[in-house]
């Protein structure tokens, strides 16, 4: 028997899990203000899904899709992406003649690719992202651009590497794939066996492709900006300069493709090095994609986004120290001093958890000692220290953790005393919507 986790999948727990949630959540948050609104689509779809809106020639389709058979004889696949099953979700729902347009949707989960697990490279992993549909222009482009930006910056980063390229309308694109074909065709002997496929598939795909040697013919290749018609040209100049209006740093990159085949004008993406040292890999991928939604059977209509991969992000936070201050301690350990207290402090637990604080309290009888202990590991800003005597009287000790100091409390006052103790060190607590000042001022 083999009882081990899958290879290339996690068991997430503790403060990485907390981690994974604060990236999503500061993304889904940045999301909103740019008036992008949830959406949730299957992790399964029928294989075809991908197939079509992933394109036959990515590296995704032809190798890394968890594909099976179901027990109805259906091809189906467990989402490797989330674009094509957005897509998918707006034609089959019609949103695209039900709802305003742009249609703007934000998506966050796992997907679940096989690849060779590395650093920053899983099978199962979590993305967020955006889509951003049924508007051609070069303001979308940029506006979701600029959302990644605004969502790393407020989760810390400071030093970040766009790298921006265009990849032309369906012309320019027919003209430089006739041009780059011809060009490796005259090199392809010397080239890894993927790109042996990927010359008849899409010769754009050996641009990224990432063995070394077959990266030094690549440098030689032709370039997308010497193809491009003066309409996709226009539109990638008003695209940068937009991003130069709100002073965004970007690298032109020729040689950026992209792994998806649906991509049209404008592709980007974002890099970082960790402060260890480390580079995870690419930790934000996007782009336009003119043909998609008319692929999936929809209407002819345009797209733009992007997606992060959610445990790159966390990773290089964490060599960043930027999670240092990221809470999972709790507010109260509520202590019951002798069995008979048990109901009691079982009780004053749940009143001060209906008032919001993050209460625990032992569910059977416990030393005295092992309560401070339990209280001092799970971070607790105060204990409330609940003995019969006392209670008797209606009264509880109510002590700071931090300060030591303690004071008695009135219990028929309860709520009241809680929220003027945790007033009174508001500021110092160190909650999460504090966490990108404290940051920033570390960083001056
Ligand atoms: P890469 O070039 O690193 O393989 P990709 O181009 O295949 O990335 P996308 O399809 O653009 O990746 O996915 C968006 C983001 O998801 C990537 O930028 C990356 O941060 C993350 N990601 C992709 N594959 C994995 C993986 N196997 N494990 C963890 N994160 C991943
Ligand atoms: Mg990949």
Redesign the pocket.
Known sequence: MDYSSVK?THDVYGKDAVALDYVASVMKAVAELYGFHEMNTPVLEYTDVFARGTGEGS??VRK?MYTFLDKGNRSVTMR??FTAGIVRSVVSNKLYATEDLPLKYYYSGP?F?Y?R?QL????Q???F?VEELGLDSARADAEVILLAMQGFYMLGFKKLSLKINTLGDDDSRRRYKEALKAYFSEHIDEMCADCHERLNLNPLRIL?C?VEGDQEIAKGAPKMKDYLSDASDKRFYETLSILNDFEIEYEIDDNLV???DYYSEVVF??HAISEEGHD???????GHYGGLVKALGGPEMPGVG????????ASLMKDNHLLDSLETGIDLYVMPVGEEMLDEAFQLTMGARQLGYKTETPLSPMKFGAMFKKAERRGAKFALIVGEEEVERGVAQLKNLLTKEQFEISLDKYEEELDKAFASIEGDDGHHHHHNEENEEEGE
């Open positions: 290339g590296d995704i890394e490797p992406e997907a690719r690849e697990p920053g490279r899983y099978r992993f979590n993305q992202g990224d990432k992209r792994g998806l993406e974002i995870y890999g690419a930790i934000c991928g996007g992007f997606a992060i991969g959610i445990e790159r992000v």
